[in-house]
């Protein structure tokens, strides 16, 4: 079904730490787009915490390239980008790919060399299939959210169970 490569990960981690960077670097990968909320940091953290500032000073070390696309303000994006002066987006309305086009531009990478780190699967994954980037879903780290965001995680599992399966069967 064409509908399902959009609703699927390429890859599945705990967390941001828990990314295999290596792995992605082996697969051409040489830009990376982060979500902020609830994927580099919790909702309610205005900086970033000192083991993202670690994490993204080793990847830059590492010869990516970074960016931010936020669905939040221009306020909440500037004040985490302060000490990182990354190209950063806001009010990107993910999964719309119109700022996801400009954050191309902005590294000057192709979109196939690029993966998109996010926490929701209807947003961050989906931006990234249409934009032909690698999507990688890492788990949510504040666990309990609005009505809203609780409907739209249930809707998720099904897709995440298929992520699943789909590689449990390739080993």
């Known amino acids: 079904m064409p509908v399902l490569k959009y609703l699927t990960p390429d890859f599945i981690y705990d967390n941001i ?3 295999n960077f290596d792995e992605l670097k082996k697969n051409n990968i040489k830009g990376l787009i982060f979500d902020i909320d609830n994927t580099l940091v919790s909702y309610e953290q205005p900086d970033p915490v000192p083991e993202v500032v670690e994490l993204m000073s080793s990847l830059k070390d590492g010869g990516f390239y970074i960016c931010f696309i936020s669905n939040n303000n221009k306020q909440r994006v500037d004040l985490f ?3 990182f002066k990354y190209p950063a987006f ?3 309305r993910k999964p719309s ?3 996801f086009k400009e954050a191309v531009n902005s590294i000057n990478i192709k979109t196939e060399n690029i993966a998109v780190i996010g926490d929701q699967l209807f947003t961050d994954v989906i931006a990234a299939k249409r934009m032909n980037m690698t999507a990688v879903l890492v788990k949510p780290i504040e666990p309990v ?3 809203f965001f609780k409907i739209k995680r249930l809707g ?5 169970r298929r992520y699943y399966r789909k590689n449990l069967n390739k080993n």
């Open 17 to 19: 730490y828990k990314i």
């Open 156 to 160: 998720e599992k099904p897709f995440i």
């Open 97 to 99: 790919v119109r700022l």
């Open 90 to 92: 806001y009010n990107a």
């Open 145 to 147: 959210e609005s009505l």
């Open 81 to 83: 980008n302060r000490s």
